[in-house]
Structures are given as structure tokens and as C-alpha cells.
């Protein structure tokens, strides 16, 4: 009932930026926190951005400064901008959200994925 599709990621040098967006689908009513994740190959899935409905953020030390996550809740959807990249920032990208959704006329709440995205910094 809930999908999120991402869009931008691709290739860039370190010091590029890149921005990637996703827009969340479906009979939604309320979309709760949103985040970004990443997962490099051999590697765990790390958040690297989260944004509370009210729009706190939260982002950890290796992309704080670089990273800026912002939502527009009228459009379900949430961005990462990425700027001053690194070839440690390359993975596969994914969004998140929290979602608040109607189901046979009944609410539910799940978390969703997208679909994730590549992003790949070269040196």
C-alpha cells in the first residue's frame, strides 16, 4: 500500500556533490521520521541522516557538515544533498520512512524502503 521511490545517485569525483530525492506513495496519512541509509559491500547498513516530522535532524560524525537531509510534508518526500563527497561515501543509498497508512479502511504503521540507489565517489 506504501512505496518510496528514490531518484538521483550516480557517479561524481571526490569534492562533487550529489543530491537524491524519494517521494513516498500510497494512502498515507501521516509520514513520521524519515532517514537516509547506506550500504557499502561487506559492510552493515548505516543510517547517515535522519529528519523528525518537526524537522530535527540527526547525522553522524562521518558525514555531519557534508550531508544536509530535508523533507517537504506536504509531498511526502525527503532529500540528501551531499556535498564535498569522498570515495568512502560510496554505496548503495536507501531511504526510509516511518509511515502512518490506511489499509481496508483500517490504520496501520510500518516502516518502508526504497529501492536504494548507487552512489560511487571516485579518487
Known amino acids: 500500500q506504501v512505496q518510496l521511490m528514490e531518484y538521483g545517485g550516480g557517479s561524481v569525483q571526490a569534492g562533487g556533490s550529489l543530491r537524491l530525492s524519494c517521494a513516498a506513495s500510497g494512502n498515507i496519512f501521516r509520514i513520521n521520521d524519515m532517514g537516509w541509509y547506506r550500504q557499502a559491500p561487506g559492510k552493515q547498513r548505516e543510517a547517515v541522516a535522519i529528519?523528525?516530522?518537526?524537522?530535527?535532524?540527526i547525522y553522524p560524525n562521518s558525514v555531519k557538515g557534508r550531508f544536509t537531509i530535508s523533507r517537504d510534508n506536504a509531498k511526502n518526500t525527503v532529500s540528501l544533498q551531499m556535498n564535498s563527497l569522498k570515495p568512502e561515501d560510496t554505496a548503495v543509498y536507501f531511504c526510509?520512512?516511518?509511515?502512518?497508512?490506511?489499509?481496508?479502511?483500517?490504520?496501520?504503521?510500518?516502516?518502508?524502503w526504497g529501492q536504494g540507489t548507487q552512489v560511487t565517489v571516485s579518487s
Open positions: 526510509n520512512a516511518d509511515v502512518n497508512y490506511w489499509s481496508n479502511g483500517d490504520p496501520r504503521r510500518d516502516a518502508y
Open positions: 529528519i523528525t516530522s518537526g524537522g530535527s535532524t
